[in-house]
């Protein structure tokens, strides 16, 4: 759960570290959700990453 309102990005990379989509969103206080449309990527591995500030949380996730 968010705290405060913070901007924050969204990468997603594939497995050869070519940047496939990204998206500027703003949370606010308390839980958010947001969705990513996948629906144009191959099939195959992908990293996700959420950068805010000076904090980047990253994971890794299959497309089938």
Do not use: H, R, W
Not at 21 to 36: F, H, R, V
């Amino acid at each position: 759960n968010a705290v405060l309102s913070s901007a924050y990005q969204i990468e997603v990379y594939d497995i050869t570290g070519k940047l496939v989509l990204s998206g500027k969103y703003t949370s606010m206080p308390g839980a958010n959700l947001y969705g990513i449309e996948i629906n144009s990527l191959k099939q195959g591995s992908y990293i996700c990453k959420m950068l805010s500030g000076s904090t980047i949380v990253s994971k890794t996730f299959e497309v089938q």
